[in-house]
């Protein structure tokens, strides 16, 4: 992206010093430098920042530089500094998320990433869930404190950032943020009571440019925050972000599928043309969240898992090499894939004894197969993997393949007809797709139709810094989806119980694990 096309940028323009022939005021004299420099756009400087501008001006003999917020059609002077080639400015995008926050520290003149931080979002003392969240935020002073906490968060990993990298504060000038629905309306202070009830409103889909001031964050004042839209209280800021990543909304010829995977499970269908959302519940067992052994992907965590067809040893991998600990929702999925491909499940996802040996115990009636050894695991005891763990897994992923169906059959088209299909959020960037196709959670595409995207809600809240092109398409994006609501689908049910096999009860639907089928038809178990 070209410089002048920045959201955020410095400016040098030419102001001459006033004079008995020239009195213009000190306000007017730099709008209308500024007019020169980026073209006849409308032109605003906050009151703090007028009230400092002559002693700016006059200390500085008028050679100043302009830190400018500009959108297609407007722009913010946000602040005023003495005349330096060498200056930078610095932007702050914001992962918002209801269990994590991640932060990144960028240069703005070159959109370089100087530093990026994870840390726990605070709110969690207070509930891991959202609606534990939104209740405590309706009685008393509940929603301010839910507030303070993640901007004192905020602040003290800013500032630590700050001090890291010898920046001052007040040369960071913006800050981006993109969050569900729930936790932008905690962020901002605004309640979220409506939200989860009907007809669920929220208080706001499309925020203006705020100031960081406005929230208490401790950088420039004047700093544009920029909190991504959502779409009603299900479909928030976080997947504007998704899509702006992805691209699908550029693309005209083709149709486009995103998917992120967190708490739900949440997909959009379309291109520059058209898009279409919805959301369902699917995401816990797929995040790792409902098995005994389940865990959020990180240090220790199996993320991969392979199994012998012939001796039937498991192999597996975790992140950063460490023991086990846990497996992630990748994890479970591989897991799931590998003990149906040998047969040590069925159809249905039952254990089968004869396939699994000694590896599968029994204790208080519930069946558990020995995934990790006391020995080997990093936690001392064996990590197993139970029936109902299983059964969970099945839910959440004809849940999933169910949505996608769903919206599929709402436009018309078949799964053949989407170009790529895109995996948002930490989950993808772990899965592998043949053993979601195996399990019949995705649908049973050519691979290279399949892409990992990361975390696009960092990854979009950056960008928007490189272009305002970007900003304006965030609102545009947010205009043009229509979401769809499934608990009013009369087709969802029916389908979902067709899902609840592996992969299905319709086997012509995944051609490329028909041989895993036709050989654990075999097994009585199977049957």
Avoid at 48 to 75: G, H, Q
Avoid at 95 to 113: A, N, W, Y
């Amino acid at each position: 992206m070209q410089n002048s096309e920045k959201l955020i940028r410095i400016i040098n323009p030419e102001i001459n010093p006033p004079s008995l022939k020239d009195n213009t005021a000190d306000v007017d004299r730099i709008i209308k430098a500024a007019k020169r420099s980026i073209g006849q756009k409308d032109i605003s400087m906050a009151l703090s920042l007028i009230k400092e501008t002559p002693e700016k001006l006059r200390a500085n003999n008028y050679r100043v530089s302009l830190c400018i917020f500009e959108t297609e059609d407007r722009a913010e002077i946000i602040d005023i500094y003495g005349m330096d080639p060498s200056r930078d400015i610095y932007g702050i995008a914001v992962d918002l998320g209801s269990s994590t926050i991640v932060m990144r520290l960028m240069r703005l003149s070159d959109m370089k990433k100087i530093d990026q931080i994870t840390f726990k979002n605070p709110q969690i003392k207070v509930g891991a869930d959202i609606l534990a969240r939104i209740h405590f935020a309706s009685k008393g002073d509940g929603l301010k404190k839910l507030q303070d906490m993640v901007v004192q968060a905020m602040n003290k990993e800013i500032e630590g950032l700050s001090k890291r990298h010898n920046v001052a504060l007040d040369e960071i000038v913006g800050i981006t943020v993109a969050g569900n629905t729930s936790m932008s309306h905690l962020f901002l202070g605004l309640t979220p009571y409506w939200i989860c009830r009907e007809p669920y409103i929220p208080v706001i889909n499309k925020f203006e440019p705020l100031k960081a001031s406005d929230v208490g964050l401790g950088i420039n004042p004047r700093a544009p925050l920029i909190v991504f839209p959502n779409v009603g209280s299900y479909f928030g800021g976080d997947l504007i972000a998704g899509i702006l990543v992805s691209g699908m909304a550029r693309q005209k010829d083709d149709i486009y599928m995103l998917v992120d995977v967190g708490t739900n499970a949440e997909v959009v269908l379309g291109n520059a043309d058209w898009l279409m959302a919805c959301a369902g519940a699917a995401g816990p067992a797929l995040e790792g969240g409902v098995a005994n052994i389940g865990m959020i992907a990180g240090p220790g965590v199996i993320d991969k898992i392979r199994i012998d067809p012939d001796t039937l040893n498991i192999k597996y991998h975790t992140i950063d090499e460490l023991p086990p600990i846990g497996i992630c929702g990748s994890g479970i999925i591989d897991l799931v894939a590998q003990l149906f491909i040998t047969g040590m499940i069925d159809m249905r996802g039952k254990f089968v004894p004869e396939r699994c040996g000694n590896r599968l115990i029994e204790q208080d009636g519930i069946k558990y197969l020995i995934i990790v050894s006391s020995e080997e695991s990093g936690t001392g005891q064996e990590l197993t993997l139970s029936q109902p763990d299983i059964d969970s897994l099945i839910r959440s992923k004809a849940a999933m393949y169910t949505i996608l169906t769903t919206i599929i059959n709402t436009i018309n088209i078949s799964f053949k007809d989407i170009k790529k299909f895109y995996i948002a959020g930490t989950f993808g960037s772990y899965i592998d797709p043949v053993s979601a196709i195996t399990i019949g959670m995705i649908p049973d595409l050519p691979l290279d139709t399949y892409v990992s995207l990361g975390n696009t809600s960092i990854e979009g809240a950056s960008m928007l810094f490189s272009s305002y092109s970007y900003y304006d398409e965030m609102f545009r994006i947010r205009d043009m989806i229509t979401y769809m609501e499934l608990n009013v689908n009369q087709e969802f049910m029916q389908l979902f119980s067709a899902a609840k096999f592996i992969p299905h009860t319709d086997r012509s639907l995944f051609p490329s694990v028909r041989q895993y089928n036709e050989k654990n038809t075999k097994n009585k178990e199977g049957v």
